[in-house]
């Protein structure tokens, strides 16, 4: 079962041409990282995985910093260190998914193998309202998280 999300994502990947493994649900995400199958990683600030939450157990390493939003000159070196090497199976979440989109496509460029991006992110997609946490994301869909 794993396997085949995995290697469904993949192939996704590839027919739409994406520079990084793939996508995967926050369903899948979660089951994976329960069954030992893909380490989960943080991207967003520190101040949001405080203020907004976070996923019992997930590493962090921030795609940027700051109100800037500066990005993390030293990202994949930190990711290779925090995940044990660049064949590990890595899910990268962050707000809504494109900030780990991102840090997705820097990490296959610096040699990452297996680094897949979460759909929708932790508070997922804006609404009408253009408010995030009504449709979409690891929160939504009720999976385990923190608030400090």
């Known amino acids: ?15 739409q041409q994406m520079p990084y493994a793939g996508i995967v649900s926050a369903q899948d995400a979660w089951q994976l990282v ?12 520190n101040e949001e995985r405080v203020f907004v939450g976070q996923v019992p157990g997930s590493l962090h390493v921030a795609w940027a910093t700051g109100t800037a939003m500066n990005r993390n000159p030293r ?13 590990a199976v890595v899910l990268l979440l962050c707000r809504s998914g494109k900030r ?3 840090a997705a496509e820097a990490a296959a460029k610096a040699g990452f193998s297996n680094v897949f991006n979460i759909a929708q992110g932790f508070e997922g997609d804006l609404d009408d309202q253009q408010q995030r946490g009504h449709q979409g994301g690891w929160r939504w869909h009720s999976l385990p998280w923190v608030q400090e």
């Open 1 to 15: 079962m794993f396997d085949a999300v995995l290697n469904d994502a993949r192939a996704q990947a590839q027919a």
């Open 34 to 45: 329960q069954a030992g199958k893909a380490q989960l990683v943080d991207v967003r600030t």
């Open 75 to 87: 990202f994949a070196r930190e990711l290779e260190a925090k995940v044990g090497g660049k064949t």
């Open 100 to 102: 780990s989109a991102a």
